[in-house]
């Protein structure tokens, strides 16, 4: 029989482990929130990309236009295609009198994060007459998503399990979308890395970045494309014309093949789509660096040529 000194020895390490697993638990649980409180309180005030998109998600919330409210608002969406490719006051000295252009563009975005994006905006109280959607034809095609931060701040709960299945996650990222939806801390955290990474590594940051910027996405087939772009404009414009909005599409220019093809989807289904510059119409020296985005000179003309086309479609 054990002797009841190594029972009592046995019942002192348990008790101390238990102890300490307590102490471990209860410190990593007051290291999180500690980490989530400086999240919310910093993060959105000190990250200049993330005050810039929460002052205009406030913006596009604040409209509530009707047919008795006077100026309509036009409401202009998109990624960093967008936000490179439109110089708002040019814009805004483009566009006819007694219509507002408002902005909220939010970078990495792509098809799902918008139709998503639009369903929370519009169950937020947003109302503008008239929505203008810029992505490129991959982008429109591609079930990815922007990733955490999208789940905090475009993703309402009630859309997490539909995004989940249609974005093809797995359980491990699902699990981790979820999380970051109720957590700013989770939700930046790919982006605290990054600004870490380029603050301690900047060579590294700026080889991935140019490495990044020479991958071309491989060009789409029209016969699976077509199909899909008509799907997915016809549910953005069903997803509008429910609240009361006008959907008008318009494809930035890019490389991408694929921006003939959204126009011809969009005709057939009566879906308004604006081509303000062609595919091949732009060199490279419209555009910046990374060949992707444009640079002052071609975002000008793009600019100059939306104003036009949304003349030509919104009502005198």
Known sequence: ??????????????????????????????????????????????????MRELSERAGVLAIRDTAASGEPHVVL???SLMLEGVEVPLLKAKIAPGYVPTIYFVLGTNYYDWF??????????????YIVLGLSPNQLATSEVRGDISAHYLIQQSDLLDLVRQSHMDATRASEFALAHYSVFYSIRDVFRGYVMSRVFPSVADLLQNRSASIRE????????????????????????????HLLFVVPPTYQKGDETIV?????????????VKRDEFDQSYYQKDGFHMNQRGAEIFTARVAAELNKELPE
């Open 1 to 50: 029989m054990p002797s009841s000194t190594s029972v009592s020895e046995r019942q002192t390490v348990r008790v101390g482990l238990d102890r300490f697993t307590i102490v471990l638990l209860a410190t990593i649980v007051v290291v999180l929130v500690f980490l989530e409180i400086v999240s919310r309180e910093r993060f959105e005030s000190t990250s200049k990309v993330e």
């Open 77 to 79: 969406l998109g990624n």
């Open 116 to 129: 998503y994006g639009l369903r929370r905006l519009f169950a937020e109280g947003m109302r503008p007459r």
């Open 218 to 245: 491989p060009e789409l087939s029209d016969s699976v494309f077509k199909p899909l772009a008509a799907g997915r404009l016809a549910a953005l414009d069903q997803l509008c014309k429910t609240y009361g909005a």
């Open 264 to 276: 011809e989807a969009g005709r057939e289904d009566g879906v308004t789509v604006l081509l303000p």
